[in-house]
């Protein structure tokens, strides 16, 4: 069904489509070729009996609402956010602007240690240690998943992509969003929270707090809203680097995040990176002569400082299309 909103520009469409939930307690085959499938079609799945306990997620959530409960002087001395820290509003470091604040985390345990004492002076302990367990559990999950991807894919060695996250040293983040409640009182709203773009690491894990404000861009210029049903899931979708991995078959696809009137948002986006000196080139599995390689090798360090030095909705990629 195509929803055309009067609150919407003119040429702005809605449309009810469900992406694939994918039960990771079912046959494994099976799950691995549904990931497959659901990263060719859309980029974006959901995922449940993902595994990570309860009070793992409910004691991070807490801590990110405690944070932004603070009052904005106590926030700012976590900030600014160039490119980690705390912000608001600004994003990146090109000028764009947003309906949000936020709090971006390096994972590395060191770091999180660091950085928490400037984030709760009260209890930089609790706040690491939340930190630290979810980092580790999203991890975990983040490195089954691209385990079940490379199997669908037919790759012999099943860590050929998970191990590019594995390392102490990836340069994986957190980011947890805090989005406020619109007050347009337009249904579905209008405003624009956080504007589209695609992530640029191998894979996001996305967890918000129940409340929808989460779109996806097909083809045909069409926003398709991610409801965050069931509460349980966790939201999967492929980054930039792993569709260069994939030689283009699985879609780093467009999203941005709307503002909503009934409720303010929190989600805490996991982004799996590599190392900066990684080198991200197609798996040779992927590669024929009817197929060559869409992207010219690069190191995540070189995409990473392309990534900085455009605006948050261009095309990074086409800066790194094979000649
Ligand atoms: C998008 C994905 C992650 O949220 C993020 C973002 C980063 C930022 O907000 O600082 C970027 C954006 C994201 C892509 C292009 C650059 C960098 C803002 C921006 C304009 C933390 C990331 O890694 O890339």
Request: aromatic content about 8%; glycine content about 6%.
């Amino acid at each position: 069904m195509v929803v055309a909103s009067p609150n919407l520009s003119k040429t702005e469409k809605i449309r009810d489509i469900e992406i694939p939930i994918i039960d990771l307690l079912a046959d494994r085959s099976e799950v691995s070729k549904l990931i497959v499938q659901a990263c060719e079609e859309f980029g974006f799945f959901k995922v449940i009996n993902h595994g990570i306990p309860h009070d793992v997620i409910t004691r991070m959530e807490q801590q990110g609402y405690e944070f932004f409960a603070k009052p904005e002087s106590v926030k700012q001395q976590a900030g600014p956010a160039n490119p980690y820290g705390y912000g608001s509003k600004n994003i990146g470091l090109k000028g764009d602007i947003g309906e949000v604040e936020y709090l971006i985390l390096q994972t590395n345990p060191l770091s999180i240690d660091h950085k928490s004492k400037t984030i709760s002076s009260t209890d930089p302990n609790k706040f690491s240690s939340a930190v630290r367990r979810y980092v580790e559990a999203v991890k975990k999950l983040a490195c089954e998943i691209l385990d079940l991807m490379a199997a669908g894919l037919g790759a012999l060695d099943p860590s050929v992509l998970s191990r590019l996250i594995r390392d102490v040293e990836s340069d994986s983040l957190l980011r947890l969003n805090h989005y406020p409640k619109a007050d347009d009182g337009a249904t579905p709203p209008s405003s624009i929270g956080f504007g589209e773009h695609t992530d640029p690491q191998i894979l996001t894990l996305l967890r918000s707090n129940g409340v929808d404000g989460l779109q996806i861009s097909l083809d045909d210029g069409v926003w398709v809203p991610v409801n965050p049903h069931p509460v349980s899931a966790f939201c999967i979708n492929v980054g930039d680097m792993l569709q260069v991995m994939t030689n283009g078959r699985f879609l780093s696809v467009r999203h941005r995040a709307m503002l909503n009137s009934y409720k303010s948002r929190m989600s805490m986006a996991y982004f799996a990176a590599p190392t900066l000196d990684a080198r991200i080139s197609s798996l040779p599995l992927l590669l024929t002569p009817q197929k060559p390689p869409l992207y010219r090798s690069f190191t995540w360090a070189e995409y990473k400082k392309a990534a900085y030095s455009l605006r948050l909705g261009d095309s990074r990629l086409n800066h790194f299309k094979a000649r």
